[in-house]
Structure formats: C-alpha cells, structure tokens
C-alpha cells in the first residue's frame, strides 16, 4: 500500500487549501484513510479520516471547517480546509488502514500505511 499526499503550502489566515492523498493497494471498501498533522514540538494529532464504509469523521479543533471526500474512480482522498488560522501550521500526513475500528479510528498506531506529508503554513 502507498499513500502519496499533496497540495501543501503557503497561505494567509483565513485562506483555504486542497489536500489530496492519492492511494494505492488499498482499495476504499477495505481501507480506512485519515489525515493526521504534526505541528513543530508538537505530537502527531487526528485532524479527519472517512471511514471504509464512506462514514466521515473529524476532530473538533477543525470541525465546521475542514472537510474530507473521497473520488473513487481516482483513489484519492481529499481534505478540504478552509477558515485557515496559524495554529493550522503542520506537516500533513495521511495514512490507511484496514484493521481500525469505530473506536480507534483516530488512533494513529492503528494506521500502519502512511504518506510521506505535504507541508501546510498558515501566516497571520
């Protein structure tokens, strides 16, 4: 399984971004994929994930702002980010899973397939 993430950079507050995590081996109705994030110092955190049978779920620091998707046809997943703020500031990851469950689908440790990050920096 690999996992392939872009569409970082760098924007105002307030701005928005695309993400997209293109995934191979995994097929959507086996494999879990979430985004996680690490800001610098700072531990690896749950942002958003859909779940393999297309349930979406996020965290509540992006909640009302950041939206996941997913395009079949394209294996790719996509994350949506809009109301940008500084504390947005991290290394971007997705990651994939078949084994995770409802309670651990943000579990990073559940994840074993992830993408190389995209980075994403939010100016004030």
């Known amino acids: 399984v690999q996992l392939q993430a872009s569409g970082g950079g760098l924007v105002q507050t307030g701005g928005s971004l695309r993400l997209s995590c293109e995934v191979s081996g995994c097929t959507f109705s086996t494999c879990t994929v979430a985004w996680f994030r690490r800001a610098l110092g700072k531990e690896r955190e749950f942002v958003a994930g859909i779940f393999r049978g297309g349930h979406t779920y996020d965290a509540d620091s992006v909640k009302g702002r950041f939206t996941v998707s997913r395009e079949n046809a394209k294996n790719t997943v996509y994350l949506r980010m809009d109301g940008l703020v500084p504390e947005d500031t991290a290394l971007y990851y997705c990651?994939?899973?078949?084994?995770?469950?409802?309670?651990?689908?943000?579990?990073?440790?559940?994840?074993?397939?992830w993408g190389q990050g995209t980075q994403v920096t939010v100016s004030s």
């Open positions: 990651a994939a899973s078949s084994r995770v469950i409802m309670t651990t689908r943000r579990n990073p440790l559940y994840f074993d397939y």
